[in-house]
């Protein structure tokens, strides 16, 4: 287990659904890898869009330049509605092992129609599938986020990429605070994965299982990434 700074912890509920369900489908095969960094890094920048079916899968390539580092995984929709937990957490593990099924790791996180209730299910999950302590779950109850709790996730995302792990974060991305493609009416309570940064541009790479206009890799800011974590948390 790695020795870090961890954040002020206090618990608090965290619901990992989407808006409507999705019928579950089969595997499909691994397609193609995709460059991350063919269009830049900057905020907003789509790397992988458009194939949204329940269950698409891609391979995104990895990078690291001077300023930048992304690490390559295997990106999958999710296939149903509730399932956001289960498919970043296996994106996650895809960096580092061949992940369980989506329908696996459901079931160990314990994901149900109201989907995935905490943080530390998924940090549990993680360590467990990669026999390791190295995954922690860090809270952030704070909205908006104090500055000191914006350094520990910037520190977490620089030491976790450049170790090869991704992160998984659970947001709230209510109307007005969205990534993209996100339902503008609607608030979302949601899981996705942190697969790069890139220190240049402030800006962090996402893998989105909800594929939510068909926007699945994109770069965010990362000021707009802590933003949507408060009040819930991520593992890293």
Not at 127 to 154: F, I, R, S
Not at 168 to 190: E, F, K, L, M, R
Request: aromatic share 8%.
């Amino acid at each position: 287990m790695r020795k870090r700074l961890v954040a002020s912890a206090i618990a608090v509920a965290a619901v990992g659904a989407l808006v409507s369900p999705a019928a579950a489908q089969a595997e499909p095969a691994h397609p193609h890898a995709v460059s991350v960094l063919e269009h830049g890094s900057g905020a907003g920048t789509a790397v992988l869009s458009g194939h949204n079916e329940p269950g698409t899968r891609m391979s995104v390539g990895g990078v690291d330049t001077a300023s930048a580092h992304t690490l390559p995984v295997d990106y999958q929709v999710q296939e149903t509605g509730y399932w956001c937990g289960p498919a970043a957490t296996r994106i996650a593990l895809s960096a580092r092992v061949a992940p369980p099924s989506q329908g696996e790791l459901a079931a160990q996180l314990g994901t149900t129609e109201a989907g995935t209730d905490h943080i530390s299910q998924v940090t549990g999950v993680l360590n467990a599938n990669l026999g390791t302590g190295w995954y922690e779950t860090k809270e952030m109850p704070n909205d908006p986020p104090t500055q000191a709790q914006k350094d520990l996730l910037w520190n977490d995302i620089v030491l976790d990429i450049d170790n090869n792990y991704p992160l998984v974060a659970n947001i709230v991305a209510p109307p007005g605070n969205q990534p993209p493609g996100y339902p503008s009416d609607q608030t979302i309570y949601h899981y996705f994965t942190v697969i790069g940064y890139d220190d240049a541009n402030r800006t962090v790479l996402i893998a989105d299982p909800a594929s939510f206009g068909g926007n699945q890799i994109y770069w965010l800011s990362f000021d707009q990434l802590a933003s949507l974590i408060p009040p819930k948390g991520y593992a890293a």
